[in-house]
């Protein structure tokens, strides 16, 4: 179902929302692309350890996406979101201080991780809230929408966060773009200070988180292997450029989320519309041949031609896949079932890093986006068993 043309309360807060989101989330994207590249150059430590750096955030949400649907369900979405954005300056102020031990590289990778780990936490209480207060604003029906319009919000951070984020690195160092990006999220923190909550659901009767995954788990994983192109982008697609020595190596990040913004903007409405199986099949199999095509490039065009076509591809997964989740559960299962959810794309965005780290020291950068390549098919081969399994419940 689309919004409707007259003026909607519902709809308007939750566009304040995902601008909210979009300016705090400038906090994680201005980092994306430079913490590696402060490991590796800076710190001179390798490529594992510079993936780690990116991926540990992403395994800190992992482990905490319980709690934050838990949060969320008990003591309301809004409570969630405020504590996540408090966590976000935290983090942010914790890379500042690594920033200032370059002198110690060791005590500044430590700084490091710690700081990515309160950034992890952060994450999964914004996520989970504002997808959560996003869904009561406006019902389950257009829970599609919810999930485009958030991930909008997130990846266009990203697209334009990345080189941001690269720039104030060369004028300023590690430490002065961490002290600004802390600024963000506490703007945001003011901002959604104001915004009415929605009401929790402190009483009603829960099975175990792990029950409540066994009833997704696919969904999940169809998300997980999607994750893993992005996450290849985001960790080494600039490491990627500078071994090839091509120019535009701030790029990647940016043609991706403007492949992924458009394709939320002009289709967001399909999974409500046709559901979310047949668009995350769809979706796949883009992703699968953008990852493809930044495999096998010869020149810095194609590889960003690739990067556009992976933003494409996963743009519309996850909301495809969270629209069915939604309506596999109870309301006041929701936050609950999407940390669950979520927490499958975490798991690739956390073990992406070093595991892609590995293969590049031993194959090259280029071989972490032949493995997105065959992560996407995989994700594709499980939605067209999802679909095939619902063709055969309503036969």
């Known amino acids: 179902?689309?919004?409707?043309?007259?003026?909607?309360?519902?709809?308007?807060?939750?566009?304040?929302?995902?601008?909210?989101?979009?300016?705090?989330?400038?906090?994680?994207?201005?980092?994306?692309?430079?913490?590696?590249?402060?490991?590796?150059?800076?710190?001179?430590?390798?490529?594992?350890?510079?993936?780690?750096?990116?991926?540990?955030?992403?395994?800190?949400?992992?482990?905490?996406?319980?709690?934050?649907?838990?949060?969320?369900?008990?003591?309301g979405a809004k409570v969630a979101v405020m504590r996540g954005l408090a966590l976000?300056?935290?983090?942010?102020?914790?890379?500042?201080?690594?920033?200032?031990?370059?002198?110690?590289?060791?005590?500044?990778?430590?700084?490091?991780?710690?700081?990515?780990?309160?950034?992890?936490l952060g994450e999964s209480l914004v996520a989970v809230g504002i997808i959560a207060w996003g869904i009561g604003f406006v019902g389950p029906a257009r829970s599609g929408r919810v999930l485009a319009l958030v991930g909008a919000a997130i990846y266009g951070a990203l697209a334009v966060g990345g080189p941001i984020g690269l720039a104030l690195f060369s004028r300023f160092g590690f430490a002065g773009t961490m002290a600004i990006s802390a600024i963000l999220p506490f703007l945001g923190l003011l901002a959604i200070w104001r915004v009415p909550g929605v009401a929790p659901h402190p009483g009603a009767e829960r099975p175990p988180f792990w029950t409540v995954i066994g009833r997704i788990w696919l969904h999940g994983a169809v998300v997980c292997f999607q994750?893993?192109?992005?996450?290849?982008?985001?960790?080494?697609?600039?490491?990627?450029?500078?071994?090839?020595?091509?120019?535009?190596?701030?790029?990647?990040?940016?043609?991706?989320?403007?492949?992924?913004?458009?394709?939320?903007?002009?289709?967001?409405?399909?999974?409500?519309?046709?559901?979310?199986?047949?668009?995350?099949?769809?979706?796949?199999?883009?992703?699968a041949v953008g990852q493809l095509l930044i495999w096998n490039a010869t020149d810095p065009m194609l590889a960003l031609a690739g990067a556009f076509l992976t933003g494409l591809g996963c743009s519309m997964i996850y909301p495809a896949m969270g629209r069915e989740v939604v309506r596999l559960v109870e309301p006041h299962l929701r936050g609950t079932a999407l940390g669950g959810f979520s927490a499958f794309q975490d798991l690739a965005y956390g073990l992406t890093g070093?595991?892609?780290g590995l293969l590049a020291d031993r194959a090259g950068y280029g071989s972490v986006f032949l493995a997105g390549t065959v992560a996407a098919l995989i994700g594709l081969l499980i939605a067209l068993s999802l679909r095939r399994m619902r063709a055969v419940a309503f036969n």
């Open 88 to 120: 976000y300056v935290a983090g942010a102020l914790t890379a500042l201080a690594a920033g200032l031990a370059t002198h110690t590289p060791l005590l500044s990778f430590l700084l490091l991780l710690l700081g990515r780990l309160l950034l992890g």
């Open 227 to 287: 994750g893993i192109g992005f996450a290849a982008i985001g960790a080494f697609f600039t490491l990627y450029f500078l071994d090839q020595g091509w120019g535009y190596a701030g790029l990647g990040l940016t043609a991706f989320g403007v492949g992924f913004v458009l394709m939320r903007v002009l289709f967001g409405h399909l999974p409500d519309r046709v559901g979310g199986l047949r668009v995350a099949v769809g979706s796949l199999a883009v992703e």
């Open 354 to 356: 070093p595991f892609a």
């Open 1 to 75: 179902m689309a919004f409707q043309s007259t003026p909607d309360p519902a709809r308007g807060r939750l566009l304040l929302l995902s601008a909210i989101l979009f300016i705090s989330y400038l906090c994680i994207g201005m980092s994306f692309p430079i913490v590696p590249l402060y490991v590796s150059e800076q710190l001179r430590f390798g490529n594992v350890w510079a993936g780690l750096g990116v991926g540990i955030a992403f395994l800190a949400t992992i482990l905490t996406r319980g709690y934050a649907g838990s949060l969320s369900d008990h003591r």
